[in-house]
């Protein structure tokens, strides 16, 4: 229970955090864009690749992670 309830809240945690990397990087793609600014487009790509790649895994493993511990506590007899 003390297992599911952390990876409940860590995933959580991780997918606003993967919203917040992918917001941020939005916000820079739309600023660079409207300032006429040449490095949006790479600043768009280096915060994705950077802290979106890691983002996204952690948030996915999480999940797993909650799902099995889940499933595996539906299984065993109380």
Do not use: E, N, Q
């Amino acid at each position: 229970m003390l297992l599911r309830s952390f990876l409940l809240a860590f995933a959580v945690t991780a997918s606003a955090a993967f919203a917040g990397v992918l917001g941020y990087a939005a916000f820079l793609l739309a600023w660079g864009s409207a300032h006429d600014d040449a490095m949006a487009v790479p600043y768009f790509y280096l915060v994705v690749i950077v802290a979106g790649t890691p983002t996204v895994l952690a948030c996915g493993a999480t999940w797993f992670g909650y799902r099995a511990v889940t499933r595996r506590s539906r299984r065993l007899p109380k």
